[in-house]
């Protein structure tokens, strides 16, 4: 069985400005992706921002979650971060 390649920045930049939509209606957007993990890059930006275990996320999107903090808005809770 083929291993899914990486989430690229592109996806996940897509993924953060998505308004917060359901992962079932997400997929649509990202065609190598389950709902199921989309959900949980969704669920690791909320954790990355209020601070709990976020080890699901790659350095790539730890990386940009860091350089854009005080810019963006967590899928799952709405909050800017």
């Not at 992706?33 to 959900?39: E, F, K």
């Not at 949980?40 to 860091?66: R, T």
Request: net charge negative; charged share 20%; glycine share 8%.
């Amino acid at each position: 069985m083929d291993r899914i390649p990486d989430w690229t920045l592109d996806e996940f930049k897509v993924l953060l400005v998505s308004g917060g939509k359901p992962s079932a209606e997400l997929v649509t957007l990202f065609p190598n992706r389950t709902p199921g993990a989309v959900s949980a890059v969704q669920q690791g930006i909320h954790a990355f921002h209020i601070g709990n275990d976020y080890s699901m996320l790659s350095k790539l999107m730890v990386d940009y979650l860091e350089e854009q903090r005080g810019h963006l808005t967590c899928p799952v809770c709405g909050r800017i971060f």
